[in-house]
């Protein structure tokens, strides 16, 4: 199904099928990943590396864990303790890692469009974990799992994503993959925040979140990236919690079966309110879950490739 695919570098080169189908493998790895003992021989012999330029939390444990659960051998290249910081660039470390006889790299880079860099000079397939602000497909794919898990499906519904849609990588790949299935996809954030023509991606566009929010089946904060801000955007955290932060009175706005979603790391009170963050609607801690089963989903596609064989449904 993904056979023309060498690597996964974001959502936007893939259709509604292949969406599906790596949801369909997902939904099986969560089986597996739900049992007492996890481990399965999925990827024996395969190796796999995780490359990360930036910080990560739960993608990187996610990635690890899902080769180790699956028997594969996963290790991490640290860009603070490797040959990078003697000035090897990134190409070269790539190349080094591909000489060892890798078969996945998964990198997550500052840089918009590196891991398509990459992917151009390795025989390993690179699966993006985030480059810049360009693309996040695994975070995606989670998030699509959790809503497929509680809704059945994504025609129709109303998908409000809301905060810092300038700087955000996992919007991106959201808006490419839930209208791919069919989803209603509402932005909502002040409008500096919102960046010009995304409107073209085939989405609605707020510059108040309530409007975003209103009828909503799902509503997705988004993290303020205080690391990517330019200074000017937004007045202060105060304010911006006030008029763009959500809390039980705007996810009032949502039906009252919508789900809260967020892509973490959250910051508490500024994006959404620690009483709906650990609220009866909200599924975040169920997103981290998904990411571990997506994970092995996509590890098992994409090291199974050269095999011949990649269905495991
Ligand atoms: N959502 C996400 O990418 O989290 P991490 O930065 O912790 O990996």
Known sequence: MLGKHKDLLGIKALSAEEIMYILKNAQTMKYILMQNNKKTPHLQG???ITLFYENSTRTRLSFELAAKYMGGCAANVSASS?????GE???DTARTIDAMGTDIIIL????SGAPHLIAKNVKASVINAGDGMNEHPTQALLDALTILEHKGGFEGLKVAIVGDVMHSRVVRSNIYLLTKLGARVALGGPATLLPKGIENLGVEVYDNIDAAITDADVVMGLRMQLERQKSGLVPNMREYSRFFGVDDKRLALAKP?????HPGPVNRGIE???SIIDGKT???DEQVTNGVAVRMAVLYIFARKGDGNENIG
């Open 282 to 284: 909200s599924v975040i």
């Open 257 to 261: 079966d919508a789900l809260l979603m």
């Open 89 to 91: 660039t990134l190409i």
């Open 272 to 274: 959404l309110t620690t």
């Open 108 to 111: 997550r880079h500052s840089m």
């Open 46 to 48: 395969k190796s796999i």
């Open 82 to 86: 490797s040959s990078v910081r003697k």
